[in-house]
T-cell receptor
Framework: KAGVTQTPRYLIKTRGQQVTLSCSPI?????VSWYQQTPGQGLQFLFE???????NKGNFPGRFSGRQFSNSRSEMNVSTLELGDSALYLC?????????????FGSGTRLTVV | KQEVTQIPAALSVPEGENLVLNCSFT??????LQWFRQDPGKGLTSLLL?????REQTSGRLNASLDKSSGRSTLYIAASQPGDSATYLC??????????FGTGTRLKVLA
């Protein structure tokens, strides 16, 4: 059974550019959540999607957005990149929203903004 | 506002030792608690999931307990091995389903 797949694994972007990260959940999982991990702030929740609808959003600026497709795959977009956006972005999938089944995380996308 | 704390922040032990990692949370109204390990530069690997109605879960050499009333969970690792070296994170869900993570315990097991 394939796990959660995130692409790309590594990304280097310049300030002001935009970036799109992709996450394919475990087959059958309909909930996808995104987290940002930095050395200073630890793991912080970005947003959760379930059945193509955003269920929950963390405390991040509007430059961070996401969407989910009918096959449950999700993309996260960051516009007008800043140096502080450099982080490991983790995607997690769950069978349903509400998290009774816990989360399975992907390996992450390491974004470096220069 | 839910806050999750993990103590100690770092731990170094000789191989073979039994050890306990601690996780505390401020709001006892949680749905569940999950323990993860993270190897450097990698994603999170789920270790144990404890539902709010449960008191403990076991998997191999790992045992996690949950005491909701006191806002505490412990992860017990028996007979530690160098391969156990990683950062251990606990996370709780309450209210809006999102995970609130602790800051982690960085474990090093010396051969």
């Amino acid at each position: 059974k394939a796990g959660v797949t995130q692409t790309p694994r590594y990304l280097i972007k310049t300030r002001g550019q935009q970036v799109t990260l992709s996450c394919s959940p475990i087959s059958g999982h309909r909930s996808v959540s995104w987290y940002q991990q930095t050395p200073g702030q630890g793991l912080q929740f970005l947003f959760e999607y379930f059945s193509e609808t955003q269920r929950n959003k963390g405390n991040f600026p509007g430059r961070f957005s996401g969407r989910q497709f009918s096959n449950s795959r999700s993309e996260m977009n960051v516009s007008t990149l800043e140096l502080g956006d450099s982080a490991l972005y983790l995607c997690a999938s769950s069978l349903v929203s509400g998290n009774n089944y816990g989360y399975t995380f992907g390996s992450g996308t390491r974004l470096t903004v220069v | 506002k839910q806050e999750v704390t993990q103590i100690p922040a770092a731990l170094s032990v000789p191989e073979g030792e039994n050890l306990v990692l601690n996780c505390s949370f401020t709001d006892s109204a949680i749905y569940n608690l999950q323990w993860f390990r993270q190897d450097p530069g990698k994603g999170l690997t789920s270790l144990l999931l404890i539902q709010s109605s449960q008191r403990e879960q076991t998997s191999g050499r790992l045992n996690a307990s949950l005491d909701k009333s006191s806002g505490r969970s412990t992860l017990y690792i028996a007979a530690s091995q160098p391969g156990d070296s990683a950062t251990y994170l606990c996370a709780v869900t309450s209210g809006t389903y999102k995970y609130i993570f602790g800051t982690g315990t960085r474990l090093k097991v010396l051969a």
